[in-house]
């Protein structure tokens, strides 16, 4: 099993930053991939970003060039970082995990709220 907890979420205006920090417990070293989804109200949950171990990185189009993703493998941490945000990256984060086996096993954080006013 793999425990997630995120923090750093918050309210903040329209073209500030916050950093979001996700720490994993459990069997951590089974760990894959690690990343953020969000997910606002009324609509489905969405990837922004995710790291591999190796530190491969994805992000989602629209937060490409404002959001940066990082990882400290020792910490078994991963961290977002969002710049100029937007009031349309009003969301409750949820931090997520998956591991090498059993293979397609995922986990998912309570998640953090994130709110953006213009």
């Known amino acids: 099993q793999v425990q997630l907890v995120e923090s750093g979420g918050g309210v903040v205006q329209a073209g500030g930053s916050l950093r979001l920090s996700c720490a994993a417990s459990?069997?951590?070293?089974?760990?894959?991939?690690m990343g953020w989804y969000r997910q606002a109200p009324g609509k489905q949950r969405e990837l922004v970003a995710t790291i591999a171990r190796i530190g491969s990185t994805k992000y989602a189009d629209s937060v490409t060039g404002r959001f940066t993703i990082s990882r400290d493998n020792a910490k078994n941490t991963v961290y977002l970082q969002m710049n100029n945000l937007r009031p349309e990256d009003t969301a409750v984060y949820y931090c997520y995990a998956d591991v090498y086996v059993p293979r397609g096993t995922e986990y998912w954080g309570q998640g953090t709220q994130v709110t953006v006013s213009s």
């Open positions: 459990g069997r951590t070293f089974s760990i894959n991939v």
